[in-house]
T-cell receptor, first 112, second 114 residues
Framework: SQQGEEDPQALSIQEGENATMNCSYKTSINNLQWYRQNSGRGLVHLIL?????REKHSGRLRVTLDTSKKSSSLLITASRAADTASYFC????????????FGAGTRLFVKA | NAGVTQTPKFQVLKTGQSMTLQCAQDMNHEYMSWYRQDPGMGLRLIHYSVGAGITDQGEVPNGYNVSRSTTEDFPLRLLSAAPSQTSVYFC?????????????FGPGTRLTVT
């Protein structure tokens, strides 16, 4: 079964609003990453947070990590229509080899 | 740099046929992997490689073979195609470090098995 589970599965907001997506995982991890996928295209890396970090920022993105709850959140502030995409979390387990496992994703739709 | 390239972009196979999906990267990355993406399922890891000559199974390896004879290339072979293998296939590569790995993805191969 997949390591990461995103919530919600789909999110629709107005341009200018903030979008928050959550990810839960099952096993201990070395790091957690967030990726974006525009329709029909490959995934693009957004941000990586290590297991010893609690919060990280990159432009309009803010990621938090709570290893005690095995969860992470991705916040996109002041969303734009161009942010419309699917967002995936991915985890590298701390044991079990070099596997990066993806969640099912959150589909974000930003209305202009 | 071309990054990660995949061929073909689209392929239709009949049940029982075999084929090879090609993947190449020009970034000298050690780590390469294959994923399949089905609607609502996210990406599932098929096989991965941590360097030339070294491969290992992911979450859904059955029906697929891989080999890694060079750093640049990581082909995925479908041995006897089945309708359940209809999916979009993505190849990815990364330079792994203890701090984590940003994966670079190819554009994908859309495979239909009839």
């Amino acid at each position: 079964s997949q390591q990461g589970e995103e919530d919600p599965q789909a999110l629709s907001i107005q341009e200018g609003e903030n979008a928050t997506m959550n990810c839960s995982y099952k096993t201990s991890i070395n790091n957690l990453q967030w990726y974006r996928q525009n329709s029909g295209r490959g995934l693009v890396h957004l941000i990586l947070i290590r297991s010893n970090e609690r919060e990280k920022h990159s432009g309009r993105l803010r990621v938090t990590l709570d290893t005690s709850k095995k969860s992470s959140s991705l916040l996109i502030t002041a969303s734009r229509a161009a942010d419309t995409a699917s967002y995936f979390c991915a985890t590298d387990a701390s044991t079990g080899g070099f596997k990066t496992i993806f969640g099912a994703g959150t589909r974000l739709f930003v209305k202009a | 740099n071309a990054g990660v390239t995949q061929t073909p972009k689209f392929q239709v196979l009949k049940t029982g046929q075999s084929m090879t999906l090609q993947c190449a990267q020009d970034m000298n990355h050690e780590y390469m992997s294959w994923y399949r993406q089905d609607p609502g399922m996210g990406l599932r890891l098929i096989h991965y490689s941590v360097g030339a000559g070294i491969t290992d199974q992911g979450e859904v390896p059955n029906g697929y073979n891989v080999s890694r004879s060079t750093t640049e290339d990581f082909p995925l072979r479908l041995l006897s195609a089945a309708p359940s293998q209809t999916s979009v296939y993505f190849c990815a590569s990364s330079y792994r470090s203890t701090g984590g790995n940003e994966q670079y993805f190819g554009p994908g191969t859309r495979l239909t098995v009839t």
